[in-house]
């Protein structure tokens, strides 16, 4: 499975941006996907994954009411819309895929990885 993510740019505090990860391959509905995000000097962090039929949403407390994922499994895309956006958002974002909800959720144990996206936010 390949990911694909694009999206990212720049923008303004309290801007939006919508990020896009398409899916290709040996793709299964059954993927959970997710979004991270790393800042220079700093770790890591999952921002919001979704389950495969969309039951399961969980977000970071630092984007919850900002943020939404939501998926299209006819078009394997998932996309990540960020409102109100902050300085703290800026970093590469990453789209993730994997079976298991709650390993994305943990960062553990991911079975896919996208290339990262940009974004960068200016205050």
């Known amino acids: 499975v390949q990911l694909q993510a694009s999206g990212g740019g720049l923008v303004q505090a309290g801007d939006s941006l919508r990020l896009s990860c398409v899916a290709s391959g040996r793709t299964r509905a059954d993927y959970a996907m997710g979004w991270f995000r790393q800042a220079p000097g700093k770790e890591r962090e999952v921002v919001a994954v979704i389950s495969w039929a969309s039951g399961r949403i969980y977000y970071a407390d630092s984007v919850k009411g900002r943020f939404t994922i939501a998926r299209d499994n006819a078009k394997n895309t998932v996309h990540l819309q960020m409102n109100e956006m902050k300085p703290e958002d800026a970093a590469v974002y990453y789209c993730?895929?994997?079976?298991?909800?709650?390993?994305?959720?943990?960062?553990?144990?991911?079975?896919?990885w996208g290339q990262g996206t940009l974004v960068t936010v200016s205050s």
């Open positions: 993730t895929a994997d079976l298991t909800f709650d390993d994305i959720v943990k960062g553990v144990g991911i079975e896919y």
